[in-house]
């Protein structure tokens, strides 16, 4: 979400001020490298030909998987928005019991890949598979992706509008719907946009479910070998997100929120629930239950049972770990790297140019990971061969699919720092590559650390450009997982998913360490 | 120590001129203040003098530099310029103590300076503290030594007393005051307080519309501003129509003598007169000679009592303005006679 700023007169705008070339030059070089993976697809397209495209393109097999992957689309961001609105209101906005226990219980789903969250619910439901089964699991894991930034946008917002609403004859329903979701409104938008990006881009939890969309059918496409449909579907599977970032862009143009008086919240007496608490806290059981409970109980329970049949080796148990760690801890120094640059040139030296290049970098967010990697693979396969299955490849194929993580991250951080402070390092003397080292870092380290675990949690997470760019002999614990849970070795598989989410969990607790130690005093000089 | 000089400076932000031929001489080791309302370019002007902007056009010299014309531009970190800015702006991962050091070599660090200087802001016993650890005047006092650290030719103040509640204002002004006399550079405090401009500098300009409109000490500019609005910009002042005449002004508050300074005319003129409100007097009653009046308002202030008054009708005066020390209590509506005490300063009509 961007926060509209009005300029301040006393301080003179920086689009006055030259942008350092350096600057730039990384920027362009990031931006370019980012957007390299719709490039190569673009050349495939049409090393393949129009003709052939079109007539792969215009047939049953395309409107079908449109259908399956539209439908869901909807029926999952519309429940995700319901559910993420609701249980944010009631967690933020009213008296009910046990509040700050559920605010940690309900995210938990964000940190549990979504192919684990369906193994989860088919090793116990079998049967549970086509639509039903993929919008009520996936429902279950993306919701969080709602929840959280409406849960922001409620802690931010003036409670008084409530009030005030209330005061003037609203009902409590209306006052809802006319001025709280009114005030969530572009964190609401946001939150349905992650989600429908992410089942755009979801592949390990369908196959499991059996559910057909562009994405399963470009990877099995890629595995029989067939380039020229895994490209077409792959143009319109990038044509639908960018579908959605433009339809985004529209909802939120319109879209104002302010905030009148002084900038800080009084301390609001939540709504009172009343009668409705016993079936407010019934319905957080019960979402609990489903969302983190089932995929919980189904790991232990296959981890025990693993105990008394196969346990995996140690070995290659801490072999796939490593190659994870490795691998995705790469990826994030790699992009929070890239990061840095871009977010520096702008909020530091806004302006037309500068607001184009860091819109080009966002474009990624269309790519899913099965189409960064499959461009990957062709420019490995035409321009550099001796990088095929190599390490190097899956690391850029991380660092691209996750650098808008990394971005945001980097980019508030540096938003919070004063520029003030970087003139007055160069007012005592310092030159510009010292202020750059002895103050920026400093003072966007909690970004910079931010985005570095932000991206390895993803990474360490990543099934489909894994499964696709995993270098020859080299095994994560997402591969071993997939390959033990596709040949339904449950008891086999569970392990590597628990020492997955083992090793995810240390960088969100980090990721919640740093923001909790940030206090806002520390960052913005008073 | 050192003279700074800014000759014809323009900058304009696209299309909106902010600085339209600033003229300024600040001498060496002066205490020189800026004085201009919010939007007059006084931050702008700063922040051009310690070279975060660049001017469009025109000179400034640093002693005997020239640290930007036309062609050349010093950056901000070869200029040897303390800058103090209104919030502080004090590094938050840095120690007070490594925030004094900050533009120091490590040669320089070691001499004791830092600790003197912490010594000389009167905080010498916070230099391991965080700056969310001090409160807003402590902050102002570390953002001052550590500008005073690079043994700054200038160094530049810009508002630096506003972020400060009134209480703390006075006594950190004062301290700020002290500690550049002391150290003896060369300061400009850029501020839209008449009060903080006529009571801290020994010289003030007054920028308006982006040039320097009076340059003088606080006493000259007071006594004679250049025009009315600069009279009514510095202090309080009751402007009056009425005519001059060699050493006299004729008002409806009566004949009074001309300040020297005034525009001299030989034949009479008709003039706006400028009368401060601690030269009108207050009498109870009708008793003595002068402009028949009625009290309108009255406010205590305890070192003195503002009083307005409405004078009769045929005078044609709107409303003037008294100060009278002491606790003179009129209700509204009270009968009073108007005097005007001393010379008064008129701007003869051109």
């Given at each position: 979400m961007t926060v509209a700023t009005l300029p301040d007169p006393t301080h003179v705008p920086a689009v006055h001020r030259r942008r350092p070339r350096a600057l730039v030059g990384a920027s362009v070089v990031v931006a370019a490298l980012l957007i390299l993976p719709l490039v190569f697809l673009l050349l495939q397209a049409r090393q393949v030909g129009w003709g052939q495209l079109s007539a792969l393109l215009f047939r049953h097999l395309t409107g079908t998987l449109l259908w399956n992957t539209v439908r869901l689309s909807i029926v999952v961001t519309a429940a995700s928005a319901a559910i993420g609105t609701a249980a944010a209101w009631f967690i933020?906005?009213?008296?009910?019991?046990?509040r700050r226990w559920w605010a940690v219980l309900v995210v938990i789903p964000v940190a549990i890949p979504d192919f684990v969250v369906s193994f989860g619910w088919v090793s116990v439901a079998p049967s549970l598979h086509g639509f039903a089964g993929a919008a009520l699991v996936m429902t279950l894991a993306v919701y969080p992706l709602v929840y959280l930034p409406v849960a922001a946008s409620f802690r931010g917002a003036d409670p008084g509008q409530e009030e005030v609403a209330r005061g003037l004859g609203l009902g409590r329903v209306r006052t809802f719907f006319r001025v709280t979701v009114a005030q969530a409104r572009p964190a609401i938008l946001g939150g349905c946009l992650l989600v429908a990006l992410a089942l755009l881009a979801e592949y390990g939890a369908f196959e499991i479910l059996r559910y057909q969309t562009f994405t399963t059918e470009i990877f099995t496409e890629f595995q029989v070998g067939d380039v020229p449909v895994a490209c077409a579907l792959s143009l319109i599977l990038v044509l639908l997100g960018l579908v959605l970032l433009t339809a985004d862009g529209f909802g939120r143009g319109s879209g104002r929120t302010s905030r009148s008086g002084p900038s800080v919240a009084r301390a609001r007496q939540p709504q009172r629930l009343g009668r409705g608490t016993v079936p407010v806290v019934a319905g957080f059981v019960v979402l609990a239950g489903l969302a983190v409970g089932v995929p919980f109980g189904t790991l232990v329970y296959w981890l025990l049972q693993g105990g008394r049949t196969t346990l995996p080796a140690a070995a290659s148990l801490s072999s796939a770990a490593w190659h994870s760690a490795g691998y995705s801890a790469a990826a994030a120094a790699l992009a929070t790297a890239a990061a840095l640059p871009v977010a520096l040139l702008s909020v530091r030296y806004p302006g037309r140019t500068t607001m184009l290049l860091e819109r080009s970098t966002f474009?990624?967010?269309?790519?899913p990971g099965v189409v960064i990697a499959l461009a990957l693979v062709y420019f490995s396969e035409h321009d550099a061969a001796f990088l095929y299955q190599r390490s190097p490849l899956l690391i850029v194929a991380y660092a691209i699919l996750f650098f808008p993580l990394a971005l945001v991250a980097v980019r508030a951080s540096v938003a919070q720092a004063p520029t003030g402070l970087e003139e007055m390092a160069r007012g005592l003397g310092c030159r510009p590559w010292s202020v750059l080292w002895r103050v920026t870092l400093r003072l966007v380290a909690p970004g910079l650390a931010a985005a570095f675990c932000l991206v390895f949690l993803s990474a360490v997470t990543e099934l489909t450009s894994t499964l696709i760019?995993?270098?020859?002999g080299a095994q994560t614990l997402a591969t071993q997982f997939w390959a033990y849970t596709t040949n339904l070795s449950y008891a086999a598989a569970a392990p590597y998913a628990t020492v997955m989410l083992v090793i995810a969990v240390i960088p969100s607790y980090l990721l919640g360490r740093w923001f909790n130690r940030l206090p806002s005093k520390a960052a913005t000089p008073t | 120590m050192t003279r700074l000089t800014a000759t014809n400076l323009y900058k304009a932000f696209g299309r909106q001129?902010?600085?339209?031929?600033i003229e300024l001489t600040v001498p060496e080791g002066s205490l020189t203040a800026i004085l201009g309302p919010s939007g007059s370019g006084k931050t702008t002007l700063l922040r051009v003098l310690a070279g975060f902007e660049r001017s469009d056009r025109g000179v400034i010299t640093l002693g005997d530099r020239v640290v930007e014309d036309g062609r050349h531009y010093v950056p901000p970190e070869e200029r040897g310029i303390g800058y103090v800015p209104q919030e502080g702006a004090l590094f938050p991962h840095l120690t007070v103590e490594r925030n004094i050091a900050f533009g120091l070599s490590r040669l320089e660090r070691r001499d004791g300076r830092i600790a003197r200087l912490a010594e000389m802001v009167g905080l010498g016993t916070l230099?391991?503290?965080?700056?969310?650890?001090?409160s807003g005047g402590q902050q102002q006092r570390v953002a001052l030594a550590r500008a005073l650290a690079i043994e700054p030719g200038v160094v530049l103040l810009d508002e630096p007393f506003s972020s400060l509640d009134a209480g703390l204002r006075a006594s950190v002004r004062a301290d700020v005051q002290r500690v550049l006399r002391d150290a003896g550079t060369t300061a400009v405090l850029v501020t839209h307080d008449q009060d903080e401009a006529l009571s801290m500098a020994d010289i003030v300009a007054v920028i308006r519309d982006g040039r320097i409109g009076q340059t003088g000490t606080p006493q000259e500019l007071y006594e004679h501003p250049v025009d009315p609005a600069m009279a009514e910009f510095l202090g309080d002042a009751n402007l009056i129509r009425g005519s001059v005449d060699r050493a006299v002004a004729t008002t409806p508050l009566g004949t009074l003598p001309l300040r020297s300074g005034t525009t001299p005319v030989v034949t009479p003129t008709a003039a706006m007169v400028m009368v401060r409100p601690e030269q009108v007097e207050i009498w109870p009653g009708a008793g003595v000679d002068g402009l028949s009046a009625r009290v309108v308002e009255s406010h205590f202030h305890g070192h003195d009592t503002v009083i307005r008054v409405l004078p009769e009708a045929s005078s044609g005066i709107a409303a003037l303005v008294a100060r009278t020390d002491g606790a003179l209590a009129l209700a509204p509506g009270t009968e009073v006679t108007v005097t005007v005490r001393g010379a008064v300063l008129a701007w003869p009509d051109a």
């Open positions: 933020e906005r009213t008296d009910l019991p046990g474009l990624v967010l269309a790519l760019l995993i270098p020859t | 001129p902010v600085l339209t031929g230099t391991g503290r965080f700056p969310h650890q001090l």
